[in-house]
């Protein structure tokens, strides 16, 4: 692709190039500056930094002492961050490492018991009895769920969708736990109003296979060995260079 050249400022050439990577930095605020108006706008922002850089070297700025401190310590924090990702660019790690981990750790792949359910809610116990007649007498639970639930739920005739243990009320979870699949409660009481649960899928806990975590094992392990590489580096530089605590 062409790296078009969009001006020129005292002999310096502003590309394409640089107005992407100053749209970049912008992060969200870069859709303010779509199209041919905000374009412009980049583009004499680029054009002013360069004016003012050839004011500093006309100046000679980078001879005050202020600026020098300030390259300093730019460049001693560059130099830091940049022996870091060094010393963790040299990790490696092998599959059978990241199984060996896995095996280790399988409890913290597993996955949880989850169930998944579809519910009508309404205001009173005698209302909710109401409808567990209408059903029992033929009426399908998901059109009973369209017109009588004061959920949004009931769009989709109730459903909830898959959930596990602590993301609903602890009235409903205990009774959605206890429940057969297919099976259908009597009210449930809770903050919201009375339930009528239907549980339509158990999923028992299990542990996960390696295939299904690899990334979250990669990520585990290397984390580990990041870890472990960066305290050994630790010990290694204080005994080679003094360090002196002075609290």
Do not use: W
């Not at 949004?152 to 009235?171: D, I, T, W, Y």
Request: glycine letters at 6%; proline letters at 2%; charged letters at 30%.
């Amino acid at each position: 692709m062409e790296n078009k050249v969009l001006a020129v400022v005292d002999g310096r050439e502003i590309k394409e190039s640089d107005m992407n990577a100053l749209m970049n930095n912008l992060g969200q605020n870069a859709s303010y500056f779509r199209g041919p108006e905000g374009r412009k706008k980049l583009v004499d922002e680029l054009v002013m930094h360069e004016l003012m850089y050839s004011e500093a070297v006309e100046k000679n700025l980078e001879q005050d002492q202020e600026f020098i401190d300030v390259l300093n310590n730019m460049k001693k924090s560059l130099l830091q961050q940049y022996s870091l990702r060094k010393m963790f660019n040299g990790i490696t790690v092998s599959d059978q490492e990241l199984r060996d981990y896995y095996e280790q750790h399988k409890e913290i792949y597993k996955t949880e018991e989850m169930v998944k359910a579809s519910h009508i809610l309404v205001d009173s116990e005698e209302k909710a009895n109401e409808i567990l007649e209408d059903i029992t007498d033929g009426m399908k639970f998901e059109e009973a769920a369209a017109n009588y639930s004061s959920c949004p739920s009931k769009q989709n005739g109730g459903e909830l969708g898959q959930f596990g243990r602590g993301q609903m009320v602890k009235e409903f979870e205990d009774a959605a736990f206890s429940m057969q699949v297919g099976e259908i409660s009597s009210p449930v009481k809770t903050q919201f109003g009375y339930h009528i649960i239907k549980l339509t899928d158990h999923i028992p806990a299990r542990n996960s296979e390696f295939e299904e975590v690899y990334q979250e094992v990669k990520d585990g392990f290397f984390a580990e060995k990041q870890e472990k590489v960066y305290l050994e580096k630790k010990a290694e530089l204080t005994g080679k260079y003094e360090v002196y605590y002075m609290e």
